[in-house]
């Protein structure tokens, strides 16, 4: 066993493990009594082997011999052939490690230590355990010297060392097989929980009650990729849906944006919830009965649980330690990522953005896994599309950058609006203020069309279903403007979307303040 000592890009020096123990002037962890115990047992007993076989590795003995020992052990049993005393000594003899390991009756003698292999599974834990622990210590000391080089990038040590501490989990406690008794009660359990939803929904709502019906909400441990040309409105598709879910279902949402500023989206989404123009709200041009609308349709924004992170040029070492922190805190139920090409991958990818984009792709979804919960990930389409007669529909094989995003997506989504394309109608009828998002890729369900309606002065998509007017009065809220304005006290409006978040953006003009 071996450890990375010294620090480059992408190669490293190795130092022993035996060192390690020097260095810190400790007994490493072992149980060389039960390593012994082990390899009797499985000479000992045919069950017992097919008992252990998956449990433990040959690393996992301390003993030189006993790993070898175990590696002929192994040998045989993949061969399916007898393991007993006497074929683990020949094995060993026609490896030429038979004198190296004490000999045939060291062999013999492991078997007479015990008198029945009946704690085999006990004893191999155990073993297994001890080796957990020489690896935590062997990371532990790769680390503390790596932090040490001044030349090391702190970042790549954090996402190296993250990433071999998962490893020591995902390696040696894999879930093990489950029956069908258990997997029934466990899908009776789900079907009884979805039946209690009030949406009749077994997955997290998107508010639009047309893509509800073909996905049941967005399912626990999925990767959704949403996918579109520039200007087709991705972006308010996503925060769209971040807002229906976080305000509608009050339900935790993590909006992570590589694009736009945090203060941006929230103006999006304060246009789209007011019904004020975007342009209205950038130049502050707003009448007191505009501001007593917006002051007042804004409270339920404010109180929502939707986190924005919009942190630039994000890692997915980032990404992972900040949704489990989310998780942890707030438990997050869904995470939108806008967008993903412009992701970073690990510094030994860089170069190769195909690699890289397929890494990023297989980490999101394995995020998801991890977290059980859906992550939407927005994606730039090739310039293929415009390029196409017809209709100009995106194809699955428009993806940018790498086929790995399809094959490793739950489900691939596409934006289409017609009328950007000079299309005035078609089968469906009008296609004016029209977008049609396109299910092209459902690996749990139907694939097809739904059309929803896209506001593009507010940045906003709604259900088709409906057909709410545009709200330019405070009277078509019940609100009455105050003719006693010196009178009325000023109060600043904070907000929940993001802690980093300036609670002075509803201000008005050229006053830190807001009058009701």
């Known amino acids: 066993m071996e450890i990375i000592s010294k620090n480059t890009p992408n190669k490293t020096r190795r130092i022993t493990q035996e060192q390690v123990f020097i260095q810190h002037g400790r007994k490493a962890p072992q149980a060389l009594d039960l390593e012994e115990a082990v390899l009797g047992a499985l000479m000992l007993e045919q069950d017992a082997l097919t008992n252990v076989i998956d449990v433990i590795k040959p690393d996992f003995f301390y003993h030189e011999k006993h790993r070898k020992i175990f590696e002929a052990i192994y040998a045989l049993f993949s061969n399916s052939e007898p393991v007993d005393i006497l074929t683990v000594t020949e094995e060993l003899r026609k490896r030429g490690q038979l004198e190296d390991v004490g000999g045939a009756y060291f062999i013999s003698d492991l078997t007479t230590r015990i008198a029945s292999a009946a704690n085999v599974e006990y004893h191999a834990r155990i073993v297994a355990q001890k080796f957990i622990q020489r690896e935590l210590i062997r990371i532990g000391t790769e680390i503390t010297h790596d932090a040490f080089e001044e030349t090391t990038d702190v970042l790549d040590l954090l996402d190296r060392s993250e990433r071999k501490l998962l490893d020591i989990g995902e390696q040696n406690f894999r879930t093990d097989y489950t029956d069908m008794h258990a997997l029934i009660r466990e ?77 941006e989206l929230v103006t999006r989404l304060i246009s789209s919830e007011t019904m004020l123009s975007s342009q209205k709200l950038k130049k502050g041009d707003l009448r007191l009965d505009e501001w007593q609308q917006l002051n ?21 070492f980032e990404l992972r330690a900040k949704c489990r922190r989310l998780k942890q805190k707030h ?10 090409q412009l992701m970073q991958g690990s510094s030994d990818q860089r170069g190769n953005r195909e690699q890289e984009i397929s890494s990023i792709s297989r980490q999101l979804k394995a995020l998801s896994k991890e977290l059980k919960i859906p992550v939407l990930a927005l994606s730039q389409l090739s310039r293929s599309v415009e390029t196409r007669g017809g209709s100009k529909k995106p194809q699955l094989s428009d993806l940018r950058e790498s086929g790995a995003i399809e094959q490793d997506a739950d489900i691939v989504m596409f934006i289409y609006r017609p009328e950007y394309y000079k299309i005035d109608s078609d089968e469906k009828g009008p296609t004016a203020g029209m977008a049609d998002i396109l299910l092209e890729k459902h690996r749990s369900g139907p694939t097809g069309d739904v059309r929803l309606r896209f506001k593009s002065q507010y940045a906003k998509f709604e259900s088709a279903e409906t057909n709410m007017d545009d709200v330019s009065t405070v009277t078509d809220y019940n609100l009455q403007p105050s003719n006693d304005f010196d009178n009325k006290p000023f109060v600043r409006i904070p907000s929940k979307l993001n802690d980093d978040l300036n609670n002075d953006a509803f201000a008005m003009p050229n006053d830190d303040t807001v009058p009701f």
């Open 187 to 263: 899908a009776k359990k789900e079907i009884e929980d979805a039946r209690k939803h009030e949406s009749g929904l077994s997955g997290v709502p998107s508010g639009f009650p047309e893509l509800d019906r073909v996905t049941n909400g967005w399912q626990k441990g999925t990767l959704l990729i949403l996918a579109a040309r520039p200007a087709m409105g991705k972006t308010a598709f996503a925060l769209t849906m971040a807002r229906n879910i976080a305000v509608d279902f009050k339900k935790p949402v993590a909006f992570f944006s590589l694009e736009m500023s945090a203060i």
């Open 331 to 340: 438990n997050i139920e869904m995470v939108f990522v806008d967008y993903l």
């Open 296 to 316: 007042t349709l804004v409270e339920g924004l404010s109180n929502a649980p939707l986190y924005i992170d919009d942190t630039p040029a994000l890692t997915m």
